[in-house]
């Protein structure tokens, strides 16, 4: 969406949300809840709708229980293009990269008191639904980062395994590097990461992040596209694309599950696209970068809308609906963020397709260690600003110092100095 709409929508939400919710007159009757969601998969749905039915055997006050699919790609304009007209859902799932708006703006009801067992949620998976110690949305999906390997590719190419650099002690981005500049000498594709296409620049956050990186300061006031870790990261990355040629370039279509791209960075929940895989795979964690080793997740959270008359209803249907016991039902499509089901045992059970090591290193250890993408009020502004800011990177002759330094001229007024 185009940056000043974005703007208008999140400023009409600040608006309709500042003067509370909850208006309505009492109504009669079992009253209907709503929750705007993102996903339209049958089976997803399936057990959301089972959940449902199960809370209203013993709620018989609650009406029908519906979610409400809403294309992702328009996700966030249109539940607050929905909240500003007075349409607001009383549930709705929100991304990680609009966080800071919701959990800002005072839209969402405090869930910390509603929450089962509040405390064994694990703090990063928490900080950023978070403000004053009070939780505003639940963190349902803490999806972590991995590399997806083609082992075949790789063998092909007469490289090692990324599990063999593992155990020596060499998985790295420069070791990684060489990995996918072999394959794509074959005529291949080397690394790829996923939904990037040179335009949502924040899932390079999983490969900067390695080089200690950041898009802005800790309290978010100051521009750090330009800092020298970030130089770095940005440089390796345009060494890759456009003289290793590791990196598909601009305007590639890339598709690893079909088996022609040695690693695609992707979250977890991807494994499921290889089922019927005719090549053999891998998951590893992220390469170490110069700063160590590190992981990188991406979220969504669950929150009740304080515009919503049945808010109360709505923050107890939510409690029900993360519960242990349900949480452990949505693991197998979404990492959940309570520690008692952070084992290799228990998500084995939901998570058939990957195996223990697996599951320890890249989904367990990720989740407690993760970093979440870039987040930042005003997200949807910033991130077209960056956006057109980074697009002369992306040629060959780019200066990639002098890009940065134009990035943070664009986007340092938006951060608030």
Same mark, same amino acid.
């Given at each position: 969406?185009?940056?000043?709409? @974005?703007?208008?929508?999140?400023? @009409? /939400? /600040?608006?309709?949300?500042?003067?509370?919710?909850?208006?309505?007159?009492?109504?009669?009757? %079992?009253?209907?809840?709503?929750?705007?969601?993102?996903?339209?998969?049958?089976?997803?749905?399936?057990?959301?709708? &089972?959940?449902?039915?199960?809370?209203?055997?013993?709620?018989?006050? +609650?009406?029908?229980?519906?979610?409400?699919?809403?294309?992702?790609?328009?996700?966030?304009?249109?539940?607050?293009?929905?909240?500003?007209?007075?349409?607001?859902?009383?549930?709705?799932?929100?991304?990680? =990269?609009?966080?800071?708006?919701?959990?800002?703006?005072?839209?969402?009801?405090?869930?910390?008191?509603?929450?089962? =067992?509040?405390?064994? /949620?694990?703090?990063?998976?928490?900080?950023?639904?978070?403000?004053?110690?009070?939780? !505003?949305?639940?963190?349902?999906?803490?999806? %972590?980062?991995?590399?997806? +390997?083609?082992?075949?590719? *790789?063998?092909?190419?007469?490289?090692?395994?990324?599990?063999? /650099?593992?155990?020596?002690?060499?998985?790295?981005?420069?070791?990684?590097?060489?990995? =996918?500049?072999?394959?794509?000498?074959?005529?291949? #594709?080397?690394?790829?990461?996923?939904?990037?296409?040179?335009?949502?620049?924040?899932?390079?956050?999983?490969?900067?992040?390695?080089?200690?990186?950041?898009?802005?300061?800790?309290?978010?006031?100051?521009?750090?596209? #330009?800092?020298?870790?970030?130089?770095? @990261?940005?440089?390796?990355?345009?060494?890759?694309?456009?003289?290793?040629?590791?990196?598909?370039?601009?305007?590639?279509?890339?598709?690893?599950?079909?088996?022609?791209?040695?690693?695609?960075?992707?979250?977890?929940?991807?494994?499921?696209?290889?089922?019927?895989?005719?090549?053999?795979?891998?998951?590893?964690?992220? %390469?170490?970068? %110069?700063?160590?080793? !590190?992981?990188?997740?991406?979220?969504?959270?669950?929150?009740?809308?304080?515009?919503?008359?049945?808010?109360?209803?709505?923050?107890?249907?939510?409690? !029900?609906?993360?519960?242990?016991?349900?949480?452990?039902?949505?693991?197998?499509?979404?990492?959940?963020?309570?520690?008692?089901?952070?084992?290799?045992?228990?998500?084995?059970?939901?998570?058939?397709?990957?195996?223990?090591?697996?599951?320890?290193?890249?989904?367990?250890?990720?989740?407690?260690?993760?970093? *979440?993408?870039?987040?930042?009020?005003?997200?949807? &502004?910033?991130?077209?600003?960056?956006?057109?800011?980074?697009?002369?990177?992306?040629?060959?002759?780019?200066?990639?110092?002098? +890009?940065?330094?134009?990035?943070?001229?664009?986007?340092?007024?938006?951060?608030?100095?």
């Amino acid at each position: 969406m185009k940056a000043p709409l @974005a703007a208008l929508a999140l400023a @009409a /939400l /600040l608006t309709v949300t500042a003067c509370g919710g909850g208006e309505a007159p009492a109504a009669k009757g %079992p009253q209907p809840l709503r929750m705007s969601i993102w996903t339209s998969n049958e089976a997803h749905l399936k057990l959301f709708k &089972e959940i449902a039915a199960e809370y209203r055997k013993f709620h018989p006050q +609650v009406g029908e229980i519906t979610f409400d699919p809403i294309p992702f790609e328009n996700y966030t304009t249109t539940l607050t293009t929905q909240i500003a007209g007075g349409n607001a859902p009383d549930l709705a799932w929100i991304l990680e =990269n609009s966080a800071p708006d919701f959990v800002g703006s005072g839209a969402l009801v405090p869930l910390k008191s509603k929450v089962e =067992n509040a405390a064994e /949620l694990v703090p990063a998976a928490t900080r950023l639904w978070e403000r004053d110690g009070e939780l !505003y949305a639940y963190p349902f999906s803490t999806s %972590p980062f991995g590399v997806f +390997v083609n082992t075949d590719l *790789v063998k092909a190419a007469g490289q090692k395994a990324p599990r063999e /650099l593992i155990k020596a002690g060499q998985w790295d981005w420069e070791h990684a590097n060489e990995i =996918n500049k072999a394959v794509a000498a074959k005529g291949k #594709n080397g690394l790829t990461i996923l939904n990037f296409d040179y335009k949502a620049w924040d899932n390079l956050a999983t490969v900067w992040q390695g080089w200690g990186a950041k898009a802005w300061s800790d309290d978010g006031g100051t521009c750090q596209f #330009n800092a020298p870790e970030m130089v770095e @990261a940005m440089t390796f990355m345009h060494k890759a694309i456009f003289t290793d040629k590791s990196m598909p370039g601009p305007g590639t279509a890339v598709d690893f599950f079909s088996g022609d791209t040695a690693m695609a960075v992707a979250q977890i929940s991807r494994a499921a696209m290889l089922k019927d895989a005719t090549f053999k795979w891998d998951l590893v964690p992220l %390469p170490a970068g %110069p700063k160590g080793e !590190y992981a990188v997740i991406g979220q969504a959270g669950i929150g009740v809308l304080k515009k919503s008359p049945r808010a109360e209803q709505a923050a107890d249907f939510l409690a !029900y609906f993360t519960n242990s016991a349900n949480s452990a039902k949505l693991a197998a499509y979404f990492p959940p963020a309570r520690t008692s089901l952070l084992t290799a045992d228990t998500m084995a059970k939901t998570s058939p397709m990957l195996n223990g090591d697996q599951l320890q290193k890249v989904v367990i250890d990720g989740i407690q260690k993760g970093v *979440v993408k870039p987040s930042h009020k005003g997200q949807a &502004e910033l991130a077209q600003t960056a956006r057109a800011a980074l697009d002369p990177l992306w040629k060959p002759d780019a200066d990639v110092k002098a +890009v940065l330094d134009g990035v943070c001229a664009k986007i340092q007024p938006l951060l608030g100095g």
